[in-house]
Each structure stands twice: as structure tokens, then as C-alpha cells.
């Protein structure tokens, strides 16, 4: 018996140690996730189950960077729609506050599920942002507004409403 319960104990940690390095995580975007899942924490929001969805979080140089037509970031999706990788492009990383918010809201795409929430203002979830720098100088109250108001947390509040509405016995 004690053998056994040995083998499965080392069997679920080589599983979960396996499991754990499935995501390819660019060490310059690691930080910034960590940040991410500490305010995932703070808000409730779980967000494990949807990290070993990703097969990689990663700085690309394949993104368009072009006069015009620049490509901050982007999720990729497999044939079932299901989001993949999260790709930053190389030219955020240039200035920490532009990378911060490119990654916060590709984050946010996946972690989150945020579409855009306008199409060129001063938010992080702006499908073009106007001003990085205001979003920066804004920081701590954007990604409040960025945690309070995506769908997933306002999912979850509207289902502890209703077992809050539910009548006891």
C-alpha cells in the first residue's frame, strides 16, 4: 500500500511538474503575467484552468511594423476558436509602460474575455490606444476599471446576485 501511494504521489508530480511547462512564457512577459494573476487574485478571478489553454505567451518579431498598420499584440486561435498564444510585439518592449499595457490587454483578451471596449480612446482594452501615456500615467485606476468591468468579473458578481436573491428556507 505504502508503495503504491508513493508511485501516485510521484506520478502527480511528474504530471503537474509536466503540465507546468507546457506554456511557453517569454521571461521578459513572466513578471508582467505574475502582476497579472496577482490582481487576477485580488478580484476573485481564477485563472489557472486558462493558463494550460496557452500553448505560449511570447514577444513575436512576425507582427506587422509598418507605417500605418502596427500590430501591438494579438491572440491566435486555433481552428475551434479557442485562444492559443498571446503574442506582444518586439517593438512594445522598447519603453516597460508600453509592454505593461500591450500585455495587460492581451492578457486581458484570454484571462478576462475582453473584446475591445472602444475603438481609439485611453483605455487598456482600446482596440488603438491614442495615448500609452496616459493609460500610464492612469495605471492603478485602469486596471481597476479593467478588472471591474470585464466580462468574467461581471459574470461572477451577477452570479453571486442571484444565490444572494435566492429565498432561504
Same mark, same amino acid.
Given at each position: 500500500m505504502k508503495r503504491f501511494l508513493l508511485a501516485l504521489f510521484l506520478i502527480s508530480t511528474f504530471t503537474i511538474a509536466f503540465a507546468q511547462d507546457s +506554456?511557453?512564457?517569454?521571461?521578459?512577459?513572466?513578471?508582467l503575467l505574475k502582476e497579472f494573476f496577482k490582481?487576477?487574485?485580488?478580484?476573485?478571478?481564477p485563472y489557472h484552468t486558462k493558463l494550460f489553454q496557452l500553448k505560449s505567451i511570447d514577444i513575436s518579431n512576425t507582427l506587422p511594423l509598418e507605417e500605418g498598420s502596427v500590430v501591438m499584440g494579438m491572440v491566435?486561435?486555433?481552428? &475551434?476558436?479557442?485562444?492559443e498564444h498571446i503574442l506582444v510585439n518586439w517593438i512594445a518592449s522598447v519603453d516597460p509602460e508600453i509592454l505593461k499595457i500591450v500585455a495587460?490587454?492581451?492578457?486581458?483578451?484570454?484571462?478576462?474575455?475582453?473584446?475591445? =471596449?472602444? =475603438?481609439?480612446? &485611453?483605455?487598456?482594452?482600446?482596440?488603438?490606444?491614442v495615448s500609452y501615456f496616459? +493609460?500610464?500615467? &492612469?495605471?492603478?485606476?485602469? +486596471?481597476?476599471?479593467?478588472?471591474? =468591468?470585464?466580462? +468574467?468579473?461581471? &459574470?461572477m458578481q451577477a452570479k453571486i446576485s442571484a444565490v444572494n436573491m435566492v429565498p432561504s428556507p
Open positions: +506554456v511557453k512564457i517569454d521571461g521578459r512577459l513572466q513578471p490582481h487576477c487574485e485580488a478580484y476573485g478571478i491566435k486561435r486555433n481552428d &475551434d476558436h479557442v485562444i495587460f490587454h492581451e492578457f486581458a483578451h484570454h484571462f478576462l474575455d475582453y473584446k475591445h =471596449t472602444c =475603438t481609439s480612446c &485611453d483605455e487598456i482594452m482600446a482596440e488603438n490606444n496616459n +493609460v500610464a500615467k &492612469d495605471w492603478d485606476n485602469q +486596471v481597476h476599471q479593467l478588472f471591474i =468591468t470585464s466580462p +468574467v468579473y461581471l &459574470d
